[in-house]
């Protein structure tokens, strides 16, 4: 598959790239993706929920009533939950929700991801580009030229560049990142996935 380079003014430059079938054209499959997303979102879980069950209120030991001969139920202590202010049954606790997810999986989820938005044109190969300052209004106007204004994208560089990234820092919609930083989760959540050329050589060689 031919993908037209295009550049920062969203005009065709006359060269095109030949996609790697074995990254972008690829049968998907939706399981290893569901399984890659799911541990994504899962790691993101910070775990640290704590409710207070019966031995962590603050009360009296003593116990409320006689055992017997009331003419209710036996009840020991204040703190019990059946109580108003008693501690929670069985409330959640401080845990960890990450899970493995083998690395060949995780490559077939990404492959497939990709293959997926190869399908429906929503990959964008860009003229590799740099700023000489951090300007939002710059990077603004790279969106507007790409149709990109309103829509989730993901733009991918060969390497760290702080000036294009602080540039696109302050856009919601926009995720700038490096091309070894490029999950399943993020080419899912995004409308296009932009590629600056030299970062999609570098990508596709270390698949390959």
């Known amino acids: 598959m031919k993908v037209a380079v295009v550049d920062i003014k969203g005009k065709d430059t006359g060269k095109k790239v030949?996609?790697?079938?074995?990254?972008?054209?690829?049968?998907?499959?939706?399981?290893?993706?569901?399984?890659?997303?799911?541990?994504?979102?899962?790691?993101?879980?910070?775990?640290?929920?704590k409710a207070k069950e019966r031995a962590d209120i603050k009360g009296s030991t003593r116990k409320i009533k006689k055992q017997k001969g009331t003419g209710t139920a036996r009840a020991g202590s204040i703190k019990s939950p059946v109580f108003r202010g008693g501690g929670r049954v069985f409330g959640p606790r401080?845990?960890?929700?990450?899970?493995?997810?083998?690395?060949?999986?995780?490559?077939?989820?990404?492959?497939?991801?990709?293959?997926?938005?190869?399908?429906?044109?929503?990959?964008?190969?860009?003229?590799?580009?740099?700023?000489?300052?951090?300007k939002t209004k710059d990077f603004k106007?790279?969106?507007?030229?790409?149709?990109?204004?309103?829509?989730?994208?993901?733009f991918v560089l060969n390497g760290q560049n702080n000036n294009v990234y602080l540039s696109a820092r302050n856009l919601s919609r926009v995720?700038?990142?490096?091309?070894?930083?490029?999950?399943?989760?993020?080419?899912?959540?995004?409308?296009?996935?932009?590629?600056?050329?030299?970062?999609?050589?570098?990508f596709e060689a270390n698949l390959s």
């Open 18 to 49: 030949e996609l790697s079938k074995d990254i972008f054209g690829i049968e998907p499959n939706d399981h290893a993706i569901y399984l890659d997303v799911k541990q994504h979102l899962a790691n993101r879980r910070q775990g640290t929920h």
């Open 94 to 134: 401080p845990r960890s929700y990450s899970f493995k997810v083998n690395k060949s999986t995780k490559r077939l989820a990404r492959n497939s991801a990709l293959s997926i938005a190869a399908k429906n044109n929503n990959i964008v190969v860009l003229q590799n580009f740099s700023f000489d300052a951090p």
């Open 141 to 154: 106007a790279i969106l507007k030229a790409l149709d990109l204004e309103n829509k989730k994208s993901v």
């Open 175 to 202: 995720n700038v990142i490096t091309n070894s930083d490029l999950n399943t989760y993020k080419v899912m959540n995004a409308a296009k996935v932009v590629f600056v050329e030299e970062a999609l050589e570098v």
